[in-house]
């Protein structure tokens, strides 16, 4: 199965650098709306009858956005396991001030060569390996679904994740960008 996994579009908080993760919900912005339907003019030649995305609102109306652009009619499922990383306590505040207060935290995580680097995480957040292991139960979850493709629009820390994972190479992801998958 080939899974398009994308990023939601530009909201306020990507603007003004403010860590959203799970628990910031903050909707898409006149930019993200925009940035949105261009995605959906490119993936429309997919012609997938559904489009998975997060709980999110910022997934959520990235996928509305995205299936205006379809020809046919297209169903939006919310799909558990694909939300942003848990950030915990950092949540909410300015990416500045996260990597000052978290300093440790992050040099761990984002030492690729330390055998902790999977398992750290932020207090109250999650770990890279935590974020996999639920992401990668909602994919099997949308395989049993027996489709040959499928669309899921999710957020950039888990698909960084899920690229590094997979792939072993680091990349960051703009907004409603996307890569694809084999699952």
């Known amino acids: ?32 709306h925009e940035q949105a339907k261009e995605l ?7 012609k997938l009858p559904k489009i998975y995305c997060s709980k999110m609102t910022r997934a959520r109306q990235t996928a509305e956005d995205i299936a205006k652009e379809q ?7 919310r799909l558990d396991g694909v939300e ?37 995480h932020i207090p109250e957040g999650e770990s ?9 139960k909602a994919f099997d979850k949308v395989k049993a679904q027996g489709d040959d493709k499928a669309i899921i629009i999710m957020h950039g820390a888990i ?7 997979k792939f072993g190479l680091q990349r960051s992801f703009k907004n409603c960008d996307y890569f694809v998958l084999e699952w």
């Open 1 to 32: 199965m080939l899974l398009y996994l994308c990023r939601h579009g530009e909201t306020d908080g990507n603007v003004n650098q403010i860590v959203q993760g799970a628990g910031v919900d903050m909707p898409l912005n006149e930019k993200g």
């Open 40 to 46: 959906g003019k490119i993936l429309a030649r997919l």
């Open 71 to 77: 020809t046919q009619k297209v169903k939006i499922i």
């Open 84 to 120: 942003e990383v848990h950030f915990g306590v950092a949540e909410g505040h300015h990416n500045d001030e996260v990597i000052k207060k978290y300093a440790k935290e992050l040099a761990i995580i984002n030492d690729v060569d330390n055998p902790a680097f999977m398992d750290t």
């Open 128 to 136: 890279i390996r935590d974020s996999l292991t639920r992401a990668y």
């Open 159 to 165: 698909m960084y994740n899920i690229y590094f994972n």
